[in-house]
């Protein structure tokens, strides 16, 4: 036994950081320039998801979207929600009444399946894209030393997948810890086991594990760039985004922020922020605490860059040719999307939420579509507009209380 | 959280962009309509939630203003035509942007195209760049008026400054609202103002005084699903301290006088003031608070608080005045309140003597049944004088996950009277009749101290630690003592047709008696969180334990004099000595369920359910002189409790809350109902113990329902509560009648008592342009049934009471102001066939008052009273009539004369019904009538004493 552990433990491969080609990026969010829909994006299609008693929820936790399908987590139910590319509600996997919740889920689409677990990681559970389970596997729990007990992996291949890990101070004489336990990128197969690792955290940083602050709803660190085999990788508190591959990390880009918008640059290392690093970004309103959702589409970088304070500037796509940087919430809704909202002003708007076949997806709530469409038929300007059938039926038949509208923008490439 | 806040922000502001307007001033020649939008062009976007506001180029007259919309358009309409306005963006982190233009009369529309607005250089972002302030303006959660935005007559307070902003209504009560939304909390500075009597900032501090207004959301208390709504006044850098107050004295007809004075002082740590008041036309106050509320200034607006009460009884006199003092040892100079940051001592001391001299008649019909009716009437004459001096001290401290207050107060009072009755009853069956005449000196005095400390912790996630720390736990402990005396000499007179009943009495009642009381509260709550880590708990457990320790001790001296006597020989059946303890002790364990359901942007519904199994152990003893009123019981109850609450935010729709609880209660009997002391010299009504006297044991349930619209200018707003109560074992009197009228009284268990209880109120306000209506109405009804007994037979009696108002409230600007209202009480008691007794009082009034800014004021309330009582013939009708003319002068008006007339008919009447099972009273007193009176006022007024 003793020696099959070793040998897994061993033909674990440790993957190094390559920094060759840092690339850094000076952003200055209150600089961040607007514009009208069309001069940004070359696409903007609104696909309203359809309400029925069943397939009702609240919003958009995570997204992915395969050829057929968008799969849908929303934290407010506990369902993972399949709806057609034309938003018809297609099947729903519910969480067990009375046990733990769906807290998360992978896709695998070589394979066509979605994995999560609802019972607390002792089970994943795999499901194909009707919903219908087609098994379950027992894990081996948390005392597996080579094995990921995570539903929030990406699958680059049919049976190989990317997963992170989180900062935490456990020693190798751990009862829970893993032979990959100080790196944040692993790579698993399609059983749970790690087959190689990378992207070690030094000992400074070991304690930040119970002090990161999720900036809202579908916060992503880890986010496909928009081709099947390359990720971003977003460290916490330090601004810097990593590329990963099925065998390499790169340390890729650097982004600076000016001094108001910044954290100290030692904040993940510096022990005087020792359990108190939620404290000081509650104080320091305008620091940007948190760099998520990274996407790539063309020349275009898209992330969010969260504050504790109120901003219009977190959204934001800086053009890697140009250097120019939008906000995505300054765009302004035009004709090309019917005058309806792409963003909404509030903490629940998750930004951009996946980045798949040259399209970004987001979504905002029928309560901010439905508000566009009263003030549009108030508004002498936009009173003749045209929707499209689909939203012509859509404000017909519906109501402010309907499910979301997943929004597919396609951005052009010279901004 | 977070999210609700914002979204209840965003609704805030959508109610005010929104595609209305709220005109500052209509103009007889606004018809012009404007429209444009704001960008950044800079930067390339439109600017939303930005502050437009139209000024007239001549005199910078504001004359409309409003927030930029979701697309950076602002749409003006009823904007004056054909001249110069100019129109001035501004937002947080920018430059303003001002553009001037004239409205062609023919076309009457201007489209000012596109506004560019510059964005401050962020190395400057604390500079102000020196414009007009916008009227309005979203600074990051919190909405701000700005003060000088504002035109107002250089006399105006906040009040008058609160009723130009769009969406906020001051209520007549002082309850301020905002588009609907009730203000938990109006603070100045960040803090309570004296106590935190809305009318005391509304009325006092001058408009020209404050910088800015905010109304936010108070988001320090996490765990509250509905978070309070606060309002902020922030004083201007140099008028962060200041005195005002007043000193008026005025002489009227029929030796009337009124005197008051008041001094107050502030500063962003102390607050201070001094009243007084002195005056015989029933202008009275128990606390300082009050006091200080008569004493407000007022601005340009109508001063018609703090009239005469016409409705007491008798001559008064009052002389009363304190002083109040708090300092706050925060050092936080943040004008936004932090919760946890509370360091607060606060004393207050009050000293009132008040006299009263009170000629009464009154008038009762009991009935008895088979055995005919009494006709009983009495006049009597009272003159007291009650003094009383009390103080009090307060600390609170707050930490962020713990707090502890303490009090303690002291009170002192003497009271002196002189009371005769002369007494007629008539037995309307056997003509008998029966005549008393009793007369009583008594005086007394009383001193007490109170005090109480507490301390209260939560238990909260460390986030840096990561896990959870400290308990859920309030610990209070409260004592009281009290030491005092009570003498009194009654002479009575009795005589009847029997005369064989006749008695006379000259008997001196000397009292001492001290009293201490003792409660210790303690709550452990949620108890299973010391043993879990992260996961949310089902059921939560709670204990609770409650006692309460009390010593009373009472001396009695009592004597009798003899016709021809020339000292009081000790009357051995009243002569007592008696101590007598109680011990109760609740102890209880509640189950507590919450839940929660939310669909993001569409609702959040929250539900808790919450079953507390209490008992309760009460121990009486008493040891007496008087040995058959030695008493040593033990009781043990079951008195479980119960409560549901649901809570429902549609957002942009509405609120609503529902509660239902039930809860249990004994009620023990007392010493005097079981084992009293048989005093004959109370020659009409004797009462006789009932050792048997048993616990009686109730059950409540009560329902309470709560809605309010969100958004929109003109919201509603309404709640309801329903109650039902069922006494098992009711303590019911059984009363036996003599021929001669008098009766013996004795408490018994009777039957089951049932009532039932509904009380509601909506409202709702309206503001157009300047004017405001406000409509308020409440309804209430009670109704209960159960048993009496009267000459041993038993009755099944229902009392039913109703009692509905309406209040409507009219207001111009501060100019004109006009109300009307309606008050309807009645009460309809029925017992089996003995008897039936019914009164109502309805009374309707109509106001009207107008002021002429600095100058003259008018102000006239007229009260048409109704009142029917079963007990008379006939409907009493009176009308009470009131009328202010006076002149405000000097630069600041700080000197006022006035003139008023009251009850101007000269019909003031006190009628008071009462009735029980079976009797109904009416009666009638002396009360302050027809007087006119000149007042002089000065009110000196300083705000910002560093210049």
């Known amino acids: 036994m003793l020696i099959i552990t070793a040998t897994s433990v061993l033909a674990q491969k440790v993957i190094k950081v390559d920094s060759s080609h840092v690339m850094t990026l000076r952003v200055d969010p209150s600089n961040a320039s607007g514009g009208n829909v069309s001069d940004v994006f070359a696409e903007v299609n609104y696909i309203p998801l359809e309400t029925t008693d069943e397939s009702l929820f609240g919003s958009i936790g995570k997204l992915e979207v395969t050829d057929d399908y968008f799969i849908i987590l929303d934290h407010n139910t506990h369902c993972i929600l399949i709806f057609t590319k034309t938003g018809k509600f297609h099947a729903k996997i519910k969480s067990t009444e009375g046990k733990n919740m769906i807290y998360d889920f992978a896709i695998n689409k070589f394979t066509k399946q979605i994995t999560f677990s609802r019972d607390g990681y002792k089970n994943m559970t795999t499901c194909d894209y009707d919903g219908k ?148 970004i509650e104080k320091h309103r305008d620091a940007i605490f948190s760099l998520t959702n990274v996407f790539q589409s063309g020349d275009n970088l898209f992330f969010k860059a969260s504050i504790y304070g109120t901003t219009k500037e977190d959204n934001l796509i800086y053009n890697l040719k140009s250097g120019n940087l939008i906000a995505y919430k300054h765009i302004q809704p035009d004709e090309k999307s019917f005058y309806l909202p792409i963003s909404e002003d509030n903490w629940n708007f998750a930004g951009m939420l996946t980045n798949t076949g040259g399209y970004l997806y987001t979504a905002v709530s029928s309560l901010a579509t439905f508000t566009a469409y009263e003030q549009n038929k108030d508004n002498k300007d936009v009173r003749n507009l045209h929707y499209n059938p689909v939203l012509t039926q859509y404000f017909k038949k519906g109501n402010r209380k309907d499910n979301p509208c997943i929004i597919q923008l396609k951005l052009k490439n010279d901004l | 959280m977070k999210i609700k806040f914002k979204l209840i922000l965003a609704f805030m502001v959508i109610a005010l962009a929104g595609n209305a307007a709220f005109a500052q001033k209509k103009d007889s020649i606004g018809t012009g309509a404007v429209t444009g939008i704001l960008r950044d062009s800079v930067h390339n976007y439109i600017m939303q939630s930005a502050t437009m506001a139209i000024y007239k180029v001549a005199g910078n007259e504001l004359v409309n203003y409003q927030l930029t919309n979701n697309f950076g358009r602002y749409q003006f309409k009823q904007v004056p035509v054909g001249i110069p306005l100019r129109v001035i963006a501004t937002h947080v982190g920018y430059i303003s942007a ?274 005919g009716n009494l006709d009983q009437t009495s006049h009597g004459t009272s003159v007291g004088d009650n003094f009383s001096d009390r103080g009090s001290a307060n600390y609170d401290k707050r930490f962020e996950h713990y707090s502890i207050s303490s009090s303690f107060n002291f009170n002192d009072s003497r009271n002196n009277s002189l009371n005769t009755q002369d007494q007629a009853s008539v037995n309307d069956l056997t003509s008998q009749k029966t005549h008393n005449l009793a007369q009583q000196t008594a005086s007394s005095s009383q001193t007490s101290a109170k005090g109480y400390a507490s301390l209260s912790t939560n238990r909260f996630f460390d986030n840096g630690k990561h896990k959870y720390k400290s308990l859920n736990m309030d610990l209070n402990y409260a004592f009281s003592l009290e030491d005092g005396t009570r003498n009194s000499k009654n002479i009575t007179d009795f005589t009847a047709t029997d005369a064989t009943q006749n008695k006379y009495f000259n008997r001196q009642y000397l009292t001492d008696f001290n009293s201490n009381t003792h409660t210790i509260n303690a709550t452990f709550r949620d108890i299973g969180s010391y043993f879990r880590k992260f996961s949310q708990p089902i059921i939560t457990m709670d204990f609770k334990n409650s006692l309460d320790i009390r010593d009373y001790h009472e001396d009695n001296n009592v004597g009798d004099l003899a016709a021809a006597g020339a000292s009081y020989t000790p009357n051995a059946g009243l002569t007592n000595i008696s101590h007598y303890k109680t011990i109760d002790e609740k102890p209880s364990i509640s189950f507590n369920k919450n839940h929660y359901k939310g669909l993001d942007n569409r609702f959040y519904k929250s539900w808790s359910a919450s079953v507390s199994a209490q008992g309760q152990v009460y121990m009486q003893r008493n040891s007496a002189l008087q040995s058959f009123q030695n008493l040593d019981r033990t009781y043990h109850y079951f008195i479980p409790t119960a409560s549901f609450s649901f809570y429902n935010d549609q957002y942009g729709d509405y609120t609503s809350q529902y509660s239902l609880n039930y809860n249990t209660t004994v009620h023990f009997p007392t010493v005097s109902q079981l084992t009293p002391l048989n005093d004959n010299a109370n020659v009409y009504s004797i009462s006789l113990g009932n050792p048997n006297l048993q616990p009686a044991y109730e059950h409540n349930l009560n329902f309470y329902y709560n809605y309010y619209q969100q958004g929109g200018k003109n919201a509603i707003n309404g709640n309801a509560s329903i109650s039902a109560s069922l006494v098992k074992r009711n303590m019911t009197d059984s009363t036996n009648y003599d021929a001669l009228g008098r009766y013996i009284r004795t408490v018994i268990n009777l039957g ?196």
């Open chain 2, 98 to 371: 001002k553009k001037d233009f004239i409205i062609s009369p023919k076309t009457k529309t201007i489209d000012l195209k596109v506004l560019n607005i510059d964005r401050i250089d962020l190395s400057l972002k604390e500079v102000t760049i020196a414009a007009a302030a916008p009227p309005m303006q979203m600074h990051g959660d919190t909405l701000e008026f700005n003060a000088s935005a504002f035109k107002l007559d250089t006399n105006a307070v906040v009040e008058d400054l609160l009723r130009k902003l769009p969406g906020v209504t001051v209520w007549a009560d002082g309850v301020i609202t905002v588009n609907g939304r009730k203000i938990s909390r109006l603070l100045v500075e960040g803090k309570d103002f004296f106590g935190g009597d809305n009318k005391i900032a509304l009325q006092n501090i001058p408009k020209n005084a404050v910088q800015k207004i905010q109304v936010y959301q108070n988001r320090d208390d996490k765990n509250n699903i509905a978070p309070p709504t606060e309002m902020n006044i922030v004083l201007k850098k140099n008028r962060k301290d200041g005195f005002f107050g007043k000193f008026g004295v005025g002489l009227g007809t029929q030796k009337h006088y009124a005197g008051d004075g008041m001094i107050t002082y502030y500063s962003p740590k102390t607050q201070a003031n001094i009243v007084g008041a002195y005056n015989n036309v029933n202008k009275s106050a128990n606390d300082v608070n009050t006091l200080m509320g008569f004493n407000s200034f007022k601005g340009e607006g109508i001063n018609n608080d703090y009239h005469s009460d016409f409705t007491r009884q008798g001559q008064n006199v009052f002389k009363g005045g304190g002083f109040t003092a708090s300092h706050d040892f925060s050092s936080d100079a943040d004008t936004r309140p932090a919760y946890y940051k509370t360091n607060l001592l606060k004393g207050e001391f009050f000293l009132n003597d008040a006299s009263n001299n009170t000629i009464a008649d009154s008038r009762t019909k009991v009935s008895l049944g088979a055995n």
């Open chain 1, 133 to 280: 389970v087609i098994k379950t596997t027992k894990l081996g729990g948390e005392t597996a030393k080579d094995e990921i007990n995570s539903d929030n992996l990406i699958y680059f291949a049919p049976d190989k997948a990317i997963g992170t890990y989180y900062y935490n101070e456990m020693d190798s004489t751990d009862k829970y810890y893993k032979t990959f336990s100080k790196s944040l990128i692993l790579y698993a197969d399609n059983k749970h086991k790690v087959y190689a690792h990378g992207l070690p955290f030094k000992k400074a940083e070991s304690k930040l594990g119970n002090e990161i602050l999720y900036a809202g709803n579908s916060t992503q660190n880890i986010t496909n760039a928009g081709i099947d085999t390359v990720f971003f990788y977003s460290k916490a508190y330090n601004y810097s985004i990593f590329t990963i591959t099925p065998n390499t990390i790169k340390y890729a880009y650097q982004l600076i922020f000016p001094l108001y918008a910044s954290l100290p640059i030692d904040f993940s290392v510096n022990p005087i922020y020792k359990e108190k690093r939620i404290e000081y």
């Open chain 2, 752 to 947: 089951d008592r049932k009532s039932i209880n509904y009380n509601g109120s909506i409202h709702k306000s309206y503001k157009i342009k300047e004017q405001q209506f406000n409509i308020t109405g409440n309804s209430g009804l009670n109704y209960s049934d159960y048993l009496t007994s009267v000459n041993g037979q038993t009755y099944q009696t229902h009392t039913t009471g109703v009692s509905a108002s309406y209040v409507l409230l009219y207001n111009y600007q501060s100019l004109w102001s006009a109300g009307a209202g309606e008050y309807f009480s009645g009460n309809k008691t029925n017992q089996g066939r003995l008897s039936q007794s019914t009164y109502y009082n309805w009374t309707t009034n109509f106001g009207f008052a107008f002021a002429f800014p600095k100058s003259i004021f008018f102000n006239t309330r007229v009260n048409f009273n109704n009142s029917k009582s079963s007990a008379v013939a006939n409907n009493v009708y009176y009308t009470i009539w009131n009328a202010d003319v006076g002149y405000r002068f000097l630069k600041g008006a700080e000197a006022e004369i006035k003139l008023s007339a009251l009850d101007i008919l000269h019909q003031n009447r006190s009628i008071y019904n009462y009735a029980n099972s079976n009797s109904i009273t009416t009666s009638t007193a002396n009360v302050l009538q027809q007087y006119f009176m000149l007042t002089l006022a000065y009110y000196p007024r300083k705000f910002g004493l560093k210049k």
